[in-house]
């Protein structure tokens, strides 16, 4: 996906340079670009994360508002900003940015399905964490807040674009997913972007390789119906992981609650959309693929 804006090394260095000149001279270099940011590690402690398209730039300031409130309460680490970057006019910089704290470990997204399976018992205990009611004035996402029928039309616009395979046994599973009861409940803080690039797994060093170390990227945070983030029983894990992700929230979200339906449905949209992702996410694009086939031979 195009970006608006170019994020180079240097228009970064620039901004630390203008609003936080003590971090200006400290190494500095890109490690991830994704639809809507640059990260860029700093020194050895920090990063910088800085948009790249005018569409989601609001979203950093969402996270900037809210991530210091949520994350007293969330058991794995969540990237609170250390100092807040804003728009620059002399730089043609227009949009807000952070520094956050550099979090080692490896993007599950890079892990093999099987080898995430003991980051299921933390990810169930984070989403146990955040799934409280949010107050009226928590960020609007109208594509993650929204009931899952609203993303009915590009469910079918990708199949019928042929970038879905199985598109039939896609539409078929979608027709069924799609009309499970509504959520009845009070809004709820979500994360709203449950996937493996947005999780980091420890790096094995620990006694239980592999397990949960942060959640990352709450830019698409708001509040709604909590299948959103249920997603990741697809999105993140296989067959085993599911099961025990599932029954580490079953007092909560029991095994026939139609919750569990909505998140099927909202892993499918999700992974049906990350194929529309360019030649420059060829990650995204397997992500994709990958949980879409989990989602299809669920049973």
């Known amino acids: 996906m195009k970006a608006d804006l170019d994020v180079t090394v240097a228009l970064v ?124 004035d928590a960020p609007v996402n109208p594509f993650r807040s929204a009931a899952l029928p609203t993303r009915g039309a590009a469910v079918h616009g990708r199949v019928e674009r042929g970038i879905v395979p199985d598109g039939d046994r896609v ?35 620990s006694a239980e390789p592999h397990g949960l170390a942060a959640v990352v990227d709450f830019g698409d945070m708001t509040s709604g119906d909590p299948a959103t983030d249920l997603a990741a029983a697809w999105l993140v894990l296989d067959a085993t992981g599911r099961t025990v992700y599932g029954e580490a929230l079953s007092d909560r979200y029991p095994h026939d609650d139609p919750v569990w339906l909505r998140a099927r449905g909202w892993a499918l949209t999700m992974s049906t959309s990350m194929l529309e992702s360019g030649p420059e996410h060829e990650w995204v694009r397997r992500m994709g693929a990958e949980a879409l086939a989990r989602v299809l031979a669920d049973t």
């Open 13 to 136: 260095r620039a901004l630390l340079a203008e609003q936080h000149p003590d971090l200006a001279a400290l190494p500095l270099r890109p490690v991830a670009e994704g639809w809507d940011n640059v990260m860029l590690r700093l020194g050895d402690d920090l990063a910088v994360r800085v948009p790249r398209r005018e569409i989601a730039a609001h979203l950093v300031e969402h996270e900037q508002q809210w991530l210091p409130v949520l994350a007293a309460r969330l058991p794995v680490a969540v990237p609170v900003a250390v100092r807040v970057g804003r728009p620059s006019p002399a730089l043609g910089y227009p949009w807000s940015w952070s520094v956050v704290p550099w979090i080692a470990g490896l993007r599950a997204a890079d892990v093999p399905v099987e080898q995430r399976r003991t980051a299921a018992g933390p990810l169930a205990a984070f989403h146990r964490a955040l799934h409280v009611p949010a107050p009226p």
């Open 171 to 205: 539409l078929a599973l979608w027709s069924r997913l799609v009309d499970a009861p509504a959520w009845d409940g009070p809004p709820l803080w979500i994360h709203g972007d449950p996937h493996p690039g947005n999780l980091v797994l420890d790096d094995g060093a």
